[in-house]
């Protein structure tokens, strides 16, 4: 049966508050050094507490859904997100901060898990496309918000306590709206003794599924990509072509709001196209993509490369999401999409990584041919993971 419309709005503002802290830190982090007295890269700490605790998080939440239910763990993590982001509100030293980051991290990772198992379990792929979109609202209104409150001379700890208000009543709409979330039947959830009846494997079991792997050397490699455009891109642009640095910027958000609006439109049509072609399309888009920023003929090419990049990218991650299910068993899901979040993070953290290291023995250059080499792995797995899905469901 489809949950109601309400359930999809709350899960639609929870990934909007899932942005939001990612959108605050950038502009509060020189208030937040002048604050405790720090260093340039002490954001790296901070980043790397909350890193931790997002994958500690996501990597278990098939085992804690199967343990205490969807909507219990969701709530919770709202819960977790306002007390990690309300100990920076009081954090009296740097250190305090740090380690209430790794409580965010553990409400972050909770939620996005969490939220991705139910949507792909209960609504269509364009629903989980426009839930990711969400996500890019909460980054872009979070330096709004920042921004805002210092302009009116208050400071950084209020724009992360006005999220802190919001993550308290998004949690009292998880307990109003308890009932809607229900997997189980009421007779089956009253003979569990009322708590939440799931039909999750052990984690053990799914790590026993090959088509588990593939999906987390997938979710290792795409989100990496996204990450090496969107974080060397400019970089090349400026230090590698001599390219204005107005310019390489406008682009740069040319690339964001390209991947924003393919979650919008590409979103929309993903189930009457069929969610595989359109993933191939995208993933031979990123190809084309990389191709012509690898190519270097003009400024004006490289652009749309990087442009039908973020378009190509933006479809990848929500689909596969919402796509799991299908590959690995209903069984399954949970744990694999939870394998999925938390190996994504490690894509985030290790292939823009390997870029700095490989762009400093040989040149700028090699973000071109590494995306372009990347991708193509990236289309070889997943075929096979399609295929496999395909013999499962046969």
């Not at 507490?49 to 239910?69: D, E, K």
């Not at 993509?289 to 490289?302: H, M, P, Q, R, T």
């Not at 040989?362 to 080499?373: D, N, Q, T």
Request: net charge positive.
């Amino acid at each position: 049966m489809r949950k109601p419309i309400l359930i999809l709005f709350i899960a639609f503002a929870s990934y909007i508050l899932l942005g939001l802290p990612n959108g605050l830190l950038g502009v509060a982090w020189p208030s937040i050094r002048q604050s405790f007295g720090l260093s340039l890269d002490a954001l790296g700490t901070l980043l790397t507490a909350v890193t931790i605790g997002y994958i500690m998080a996501s990597f278990n939440s098939g085992r804690l859904i199967t343990w205490r239910g969807e909507v219990t763990l969701l709530m919770s993590s709202s819960i977790l997100m306002g007390a990690g982001m309300l100990g920076y509100v009081l954090a009296p030293n740097w250190w305090t901060m740090v380690a209430f980051g790794l409580l965010l991290g553990l409400g972050s990772g909770t939620v996005d898990a969490g939220l991705n198992t139910y949507v792909a379990k209960h609504y269509e792929a364009r629903h989980m496309n426009w839930l990711h979109a969400c996500f890019g609202i909460g980054v872009t209104f979070g330096p709004l918000i920042m921004t805002a409150m210092l302009n009116a001379g208050r400071s950084w700890r209020w724009g992360y306590l006005i999220v802190v208000v919001l993550e308290v009543a998004l949690a009292a709409a998880y307990g109003l709206t308890r009932r809607h979330w229900q997997l189980a039947t009421p007779s089956a959830v009253a003979a569990n003794g009322g708590r939440p009846v799931a039909d999750n494997a052990r984690t053990l079991d799914s790590l026993r599924q090959p088509a588990v792997w593939l999906g987390i050397a997938l979710f290792i490699l795409h989100p990496g990509i996204e990450f090496i455009a969107g974080q060397w891109s400019y970089t090349l642009f400026t230090e590698g072509r001599a390219v204005a640095p107005t310019t390489a910027s406008l682009w740069l958000s040319v690339y964001w709001a390209s991947l924003t609006a393919g979650r919008l439109v590409l979103g929309s049509v993903a189930d009457r196209i069929g969610v595989e072609r359109l993933l191939r399309l995208c993933m031979l888009g990123i190809l084309i993509g990389s191709a012509l920023i690898w190519w270097n003929v003009s400024e004006l090419v490289s652009f749309l490369g990087l442009a039908v990049i973020g378009f190509g990218v933006a479809l990848l991650f929500p689909s596969m999401v919402s796509r799991t299910p299908h590959w690995v068993g209903t069984s399954h899901a949970a744990n694999a999409i939870g394998f999925q979040v938390a190996a994504a993070s490690v894509g985030i953290a290790v292939l823009p990584g390997l870029v700095g290291v490989l762009a400093e023995r040989l040149s700028l250059e090699v973000i071109g041919p590494f995306l372009a080499v990347t991708t193509l792995v990236m289309m070889a797995l997943f075929e096979l993971l399609a295929r496999r899905g395909a013999e499962a469901r046969s």
